[in-house]
């Protein structure tokens, strides 16, 4: 249990950083693949231990690929993901679902190409374009219009007279063609930067660019597979895709509509090999209900609809030469060993490195330089190593009774020492890494301390990005986090030493706006402190249930095993790790600095009252005559819930709390915008307050 524990914290934090490098730095290290297995394995871990429920799990939302540069606009209907499938029975599995949440009633599928870019929303009203979107985290997204603005194949303007309704919202997926994807490479290898891993991380660092020139010259394209809103032209999918391509719209052209399951297996085969002719990536296909009768009868799970599934294509296999082993250090500190290799063609591109892992998989492989290796491109992004074939026996043969490498170089170790400082490392139970423990003096280490200090929902130092910190680090300006509060002394002693601060001057951004927001951040409540000087294990959740324990850092600092342990959702891995964090006196003396810059280390007054979070976010509209408080003390426990108390009734009220006599305007208003109407009972229950000792007040 205690190992399953360890397990559901540690796949929490693995994919909450590869969620960040997926949607926010386009820059992930694992194939789709191993990301979707790491996530059923933590849906699965957490469905056998409901007690360990924490919404800001990363099995609770899709994803975020929100950029504080943009606007952030919450859509109109919120955008889910497609569960998705790698398996054959599971796609058989769905048809029966289908076909059971149907009792029966004949259906139709319509198979559709996956295309692997960034979905977009986009909105239109009276035949123009007015926005797009990108999904974010499913519930808001950015607001990048102006870029979306130059991409050719997206109408700006429907054709008059046409039979569009007039307003609607059309989804699709952005994309940048290989055409375009292997010119913008060359340009970039020419020009000495960095090259962009695969097309969809080009599509999304393009469309996040701030200068829309940047956009119109990189040639994306768009294909566009789902219309919505009302007044849409029919019940079909397929045939409102097929009105959308007649208002100007790029629908696929290699859309199906079937009938059984046998022409859907037939669709999957033909694109597995067929797809490798497509100008664009594509990484499998979607299966989705035709009618939208039908859709909404089958409905939604909390993050997909029942009537989708997605199919991914297996990964890409080749053979080539094992030539050396080298071990990179990340930001974690987890050690990866990486294998370099002969120069092979795997998936439209020259693959020369491929991931190993961990000591496991290494061990498990068996490598020895020299060796003919079977590597794989899952999602087209790092390839890995899957198999040695030189050890593989070949048909009929015994594994056992294979020859030795004659001839080869020698079986490749793991290593003991962290190749950047030294360190013995260290492997914590449970987990598959060794890590370098070094996270006060070893670099990549202290780089993701400070990127994690500055992180949104940390200290939110916006203006400053990764590489702005590697820039800094690297030329001794900073050290570790707290050394961020003394750029603001050192710059103001006056012109000549800003120069030499921030040369080269930063695109865009004055360092103004950098000391402003560093300055700013002096504010964010202690419980951010508390998450942002990164204690292992310590994700937001346990810095904000610790900060409303102790109420201060002090105590927190001076916090015993068994106080700690004491606490509701604080369990003996976090309790570990915040006495050895603390145990630490460098840690201790970075503390000290930071409260000596001056933040905040105690809660403030208003949430020294607060009893739980679990309203924060929610707006409650407060309407009619109550039994059990007063209206002023229901606003007062809405606060001290995390809520707030909103007057009037609109489309961000979460939900009404009614007494008698509730206006009839009101009630109406709120039944129109499908909002929830809550009787006091229901709230009293919900917040767990026990109305039995409470007296009524009139
Ligand atoms: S339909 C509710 N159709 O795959 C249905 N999605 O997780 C919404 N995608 O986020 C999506 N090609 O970015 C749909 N033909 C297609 C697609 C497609 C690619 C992407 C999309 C979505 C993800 C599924």
Redesign the pocket.
């Known amino acids: 249990m205690v190992d399953e524990k360890a397990r559901i914290l540690q796949l929490r934090e693995e994919l909450h950083q590869h969620n960040y490098r997926y949607y926010v730095e386009n820059n992930p290290i694992i194939s789709d693949q191993e990301f979707d297995f790491l996530m059923h394995e933590l849906q699965d871990l957490e469905a056998k231990h409901p007690e360990l429920f924490d919404p800001n799990s990363p099995t609770q939302r899709v994803g975020s690929d929100l950029n504080n540069e943009f606007e952030t606009v919450v859509h109109t209907r919120p955008?889910?993901?497609?569960g998705?499938t790698y398996n054959r029975e599971e796609v058989a599995d769905f048809w029966q679902r289908v076909s059971d949440g149907l009792m029966g009633a004949p259906f139709q599928i319509c198979c559709?190409?996956?295309?692997?870019g960034?979905?977009i929303s986009l909105h239109y009203e009276d035949g123009r374009l007015i926005r797009a979107v990108t999904?974010g985290d499913g519930v808001q997204g950015d607001d990048v219009t102006a870029n979306v603005r130059t991409i050719r194949s997206i109408p700006l303007q429907l054709p008059v007279g046409g039979d569009w309704p007039r307003q609607f919202e059309i989804?699709g997926?952005i994309l940048m063609p290989w055409s375009s994807f292997d010119r913008l490479n060359k340009e970039r290898e020419e020009a000495g930067e960095p090259l962009f891993a695969n097309p969809r991380n080009a599509a999304s660092g393009t469309l996040k660019s701030k200068n829309s020139s940047t956009v119109a010259q990189r040639g994306l394209d768009a294909y566009l597979?789902?219309l919505l809103g009302e007044g849409i032209p029919g019940d079909g999918h397929y045939q409102n895709l097929e009105a959308a391509a007649r208002w100007g719209f790029q629908i696929?052209k290699h859309m199906r509509l079937v009938s059984s399951l046998e022409e859907v297996f037939a669709f999957i085969d033909y694109w597995d090999t067929e797809r490798h002719n497509l100008p664009v990536a594509t990484d499998g296909v979607?299966l989705?209900v035709n009618s939208l009768a039908q859709q909404k009868s089958l409905g939604m799970t909390a993050k997909?609809?029942r009537w989708?599934i997605?199919y991914k294509f297996q990964a890409e296999q080749a053979e080539t030469t094992l030539r050396q082993v080298v071990f990179q250090v990340g930001r974690t500190g987890a050690v990866t060993p990486v294998a370099n290799m002969d120069p092979v063609q795997l998936a439209g591109t020259q693959v020369r490195r491929a991931t190993l892992h961990n000591a496991d998989v290494m061990a498990a492989l068996d490598l020895h330089v020299g060796d003919r290796v079977l590597v794989e491109k899952g999602g087209e992004i790092i390839p890995k190593i899957v198999k040695t074939l030189s050890n593989s026996p070949l048909k009929g043969e015994d594994k056992d009774s294979l020859p030795l490498r004659e001839g080869r170089g020698g079986s490749i170790p793991f290593i003991d020492r962290c190749p950047v400082c030294g360190s013995k490392l260290v492997r914590y139970e449970g987990e598959a890494a060794h890590y370098c423990p070094n996270d006060t003096g070893c670099p990549p280490l202290i780089l993701g301390r400070i990127e994690h200090f500055i992180s949104r929902k940390a200290m939110n130092i916006n203006s400053l990005g990764p590489e702005t910190v590697d820039d800094y680090y690297r030329r001794g300006l900073i050290h570790d986090a707290a050394d961020l509060y003394s750029l603001a002394p050192a710059l103001s002693k006056g012109e000549g030493d800003a120069i030499a601060l921030f040369t080269p001057p930063l695109e865009g951004k004055g360092e103004a706006k950098i000391l402003a927001s560093i300055e700013q951040s002096k504010q964010v409540p202690f419980e951010r402190v508390l998450f942002a000087i990164g204690i292992r294990f310590v994700g937001e959740i346990a810095a904000k249930t610790l900060a409303r324990y102790y109420g201060s850092m002090d105590k927190v600092m001076e916090a015993s095993m068994e106080s700690l342990m004491q606490i509701n959702g604080i369990g003996e891995v976090i309790a570990g790790s915040v006495v050895q964090y603390f145990a630490n006196p460098v840690n201790r003396a970075f503390v000290e600095r930071l409260r000596g810059y001056g933040l905040q280390m105690e809660i403030g007054e208003q949430q020294k009252q607060a009893k739980s979070d679990m309203l924060e976010g929610q707006s409650v509209v407060i309407s009619g005559v109550f039994q059990h408080h007063s209206r002023d003390e229901y606003k007062a426990l809405i606060e001290q819930h995390g809520g707030k108390n909103v007057g009037s009734i609109s489309n961000k009220t979460s939900f009404v709390l009614a007494g008698e006599n509730m206006g009839p305007a009101k009630l109406e208003k709120a039944q129109k915008l499908g909002i929830r109407i809550m009787s006091e009972e229901e709230f009293l229950n919900l917040i767990e307050e026990d109305t039995r000792y409470v007296q009524p007040t009139h």
């Open positions: 955008m889910l993901s497609l998705n559709e190409l996956k295309f692997d960034l979905s999904r989804r997926e597979y789902y696929s979607v989705k997909s609809p989708a997605a």
